[in-house]
């Protein structure tokens, strides 16, 4: 397993210049908002690169950068931001978050960025029709639970990818319950033993 800080991300050419750029600005944009509003907690903000960016950069080895990504509570922006940040003209993120301070700091890293993305403000379940080939969320809600938001896109064939900590396995039985599935559990590239789970042919179960 490893772990990137920003200058390794810089060193080992992971990103291009241009999304390393707006990384940057995104991170700064969140050092500024971090500081008016518990976006994220200084304990976090100290491991930032390789807990946060890096953790969601990884996604980037299995969605393509034109994708149509729909990100489920998207917080602080990670994966959303991220994946916007390296994301190519045709590629576009859509990011669901519920509470107003972190919409309005995800749409000012937007804006300050001119990345591909916009917010939707609201639950997941009242979220407007989107199209996407893909879903993300990262510390959003237990399996079970992730697939009743995410199932409107993944029931239509979307693919989903969520970031899972160590007990990855104990979710995935307890979603068997009322799911079917294919998946495949990825190993976390950003250590521990966390994995990201892929999910795809998603339907109820009985």
């Known amino acids: 397993m490893s772990e990137y800080g920003r200058e390794d991300l810089e060193r080992r050419e992971i990103v291009s210049r241009e999304t390393l750029k707006a990384l940057d600005t995104i991170v700064e944009t969140l ?32 969605i393509p950068p034109n994708a149509r990504i729909v990100d489920l509570g998207s917080g602080a922006g990670f994966p959303g931001l991220v994946l916007a940040a390296s994301a190519n003209e045709q590629g ?20 300050n960025v001119s990345l591909p993305a916009t917010v939707h403000q609201g639950r997941v379940e009242s979220a407007p029709d989107i199209t996407a080939d893909f879903v993300t969320a990262r510390a959003f809600a237990p399996l079970p639970k992730l697939l009743d938001y995410a199932s409107p896109w993944l029931t239509k064939g979307a693919f ?47």
Request: glycine letters at 8%; aromatic letters at 12%.
């Open 31 to 62: 050092d500024e908002w971090r500081k008016k509003s518990n976006l994220i907690g200084p304990r976090e903000w100290d491991s930032l690169w390789s807990r946060h960016v890096w953790d969601s950069l990884q996604l980037r080895e299995c």
């Open 92 to 111: 576009h993120v859509t990011m669901i978050e519920s509470v107003g301070k972190k919409c309005a700091f995800l749409r000012a890293a937007i804006s």
């Open 160 to 206: 989903g990818y969520f970031h899972k900590g160590e007990r990855w396995s104990e979710e995935l039985t307890a979603a068997r319950e009322t799911w079917e599935f294919s998946y495949d559990a990825i190993p976390s590239k950003s250590g521990g033993a966390g994995v990201i789970l892929k999910l795809w042919e998603v339907r109820r179960a009985g």
